[in-house]
């Protein structure tokens, strides 16, 4: 691995996550030296733990946040707003695997879905004709199934129940994905041994994750310089206003400085939002590119919700992948359901451990009981959707709690949309429908778990008092900060964020190589 001096200005990026990861690949194979800031370790396949709760805290993002607000996580984890891996490849060595693609109206949801009462909708300055070339891309690097010829998986039992109920209900567009894990080996890596929880980390590498695919890439470029438990605390700026360095913290809680010729934060929602707050200055004194007031607003974290159903037969759903199969049926926009926007619904799995903290918070008693002992017998599944953006909806800093450098925490504020409400409802009652047309004997809905769709907070707007950064992620106040996250999606769409994360940050990256190329940057 290379080592770029500390007052050499490099290209440095903070998060090394579906954005941040894809960024340092992207650049340093086109000849430009990246340092990547990490704030977490650098766990590998073989250091993963094969047990729920035990990986939960070797991986997940475990500093202290504030919530508030009127959604559930307040009550039921209040210091978990999120669900995030703080770890060298960031959240994708958690993620599901799921790449299905944006729509096209899902771009422009403002001129599709109208002006809707407490939301602040707005269309994306660019179009899924522009991303279309990104998103090929992103699905061949993934090795997305049912794409580019790739073969799909194979159906588990949690899949076929699922896929039945489907067929019975008159649903037409369900499959075993698109999935980034690999059926058979591709690109290096081998097929899935269908291996079940590997929400803790996949231990075999079938599933596709920046840590497992572009990190070492781009070390092999030697252009890049990896520093793990580096965790960015402040960045500065010159007279001019440009971003000149990043400060960090690193492994032993001493501070150090990085000279930036760019800066590019990809620090997931939460926690880019919150650096830019905690980056203010007299020029920027509401945070850094924050002259809009809009860093923080505008939080979405995927409308979401989970139906589990007990059989008088074994399904034994945590045989195979986790996520093993859709349907997209309801991802479309159809008013006449009684909201805007559409919703789908993925296979999902629990281990014991977890669908005891997370089917019902709090719960005791005879019916968790009930649920427990049906373990062997249930089916579930996952209902992801667009939800609103919404300006109140946002990340600040907290006045109350600070963390291990003694700085203000993330606060973060949620209140369902009514359309959010509407679309959960409905799709909790196909759910049950669905299960109810292969012989369920029961049924639980589940509340939304902390938040694995951290969107927004630094959203694209192709007017400056809007959002944050442009269409190509720049910020609109800051030439030479961008935006390399799902902070910069501008609305949430029904699908799952990491291919578009991916393919955003492949157009980024051509476009900040072509600047850096020209002496633009």
């Not at 607000?69 to 695997?97: E, N, Q, Y």
């Not at 790449?99 to 602040?120: C, I, M, Q, W």
């Amino acid at each position: 691995m290379t080592q770029i001096a500390q007052d050499e200005p490099a290209v440095v990026i903070i998060g090394s996550g579906a954005g941040g990861g894809t960024l340092a690949y992207e650049l340093t194979k086109q000849g430009i030296p990246c340092v990547v800031l990490e704030a977490g370790p650098y766990l590998k396949n073989e250091d993963y733990e094969n047990d729920e709760w035990k990986a939960f805290h070797q991986m997940a993002w475990l500093d202290p946040r504030t919530t508030s607000g009127s959604w559930r996580i307040a009550k039921d984890f209040p210091a978990l707003p999120a669900w995030i891996v703080k770890a060298v490849g960031g959240t994708t060595t958690h993620w599901s695997g799921a790449t299905p693609r944006f729509k096209d109206h899902e771009f422009k949801a403002l001129s599709t879905y109208g002006k809707v009462e407490g939301a602040n909708l707005l269309d994306w300055p660019i179009t899924l004709a522009e991303m279309e070339p990104y998103y090929d891309r992103a699905e061949i690097a993934m090795g997305s199934t049912h794409r580019h010829g790739r073969k799909a998986l194979p159906a588990n039992n949690n899949y076929k129940v699922f896929a039945n109920g489907a067929e019975r209900v008159g649903y037409k567009m369900y499959a075993t994905g698109p999935y980034a894990t690999n059926a058979e080996p591709y690109d290096g890596r081998p097929a899935s041994i269908q291996d079940g929880f590997n929400f803790q980390g996949d231990k075999s590498g079938a599933k596709w994750s920046i840590m497992v695919r572009e990190i070492p890439r781009a070390l092999e470029t030697g252009l890049l310089d990896l520093r793990p438990d580096s965790h960015a605390v402040r960045i500065t700026h010159d007279a001019a206003g440009k971003a000149d360095a990043v400060i960090y913290a690193d492994k032993d809680g001493h501070l150090q400085r990085q000279a930036a010729r760019v800066v590019c934060v990809a620090g997931n929602s939460i926690e880019t939002a919150r650096l830019l707050l905690l980056s203010d200055s007299s020029r920027y004194p509401k945070g850094l590119a924050n002259g809009s007031d809009q860093v923080g607003r505008n939080y979405m974290r995927h409308l979401t919700g989970s139906v589990y159903a007990r059989f008088d037969k074994p399904v034994r759903m945590y045989r195979g992948e986790t996520m093993a199969g859709l349907i997209a049926d309801e991802a479309r926009h159809d008013p006449s359901r009684g909201f805007v926007g559409g919703f789908y619904m993925e296979t999902i799995s629990l281990g014991p451990a977890f669908l005891a903290a997370f089917a019902e918070p709090g719960a005791w008693g005879p019916e968790f009981a009930e649920i427990m002992n049906a373990y062997a017998n249930t089916a579930g599944m996952w209902i992801v959707g667009e939800d609103m953006p919404q300006e109140t909806n946002r990340v600040t800093l907290s006045e109350k709690v600070r963390d291990q450098w003694d700085l203000p925490v993330a606060n973060v504020h949620f209140d369902d949309h009514a359309n959010d409400v509407a679309m959960r409802e409905y799709g909790y009652g196909r759910a049950e429908a669905i299960y109810g047309a292969v012989g369920a004997i029961g049924h639980h809905r589940t509340p939304p778990y902390p938040s694995t769709h951290n969107l927004g907070t630094c959203r694209m707007s192709a007017d400056p008092s809007d959002g944050v950064c442009d269409r190509n992620g720049r910020t609109h106040e800051v030439e030479n900060l961008f935006i390399s996250d799902g902070s910069q999606m501008t609305t949430g769409a029904a699908a799952n964020p990491t291919l578009t994360i991916v393919a955003l940050a492949m157009r980024q990256a051509d476009h900040l190589a072509g600047e850096l190329k020209r002496g633009n940057l």
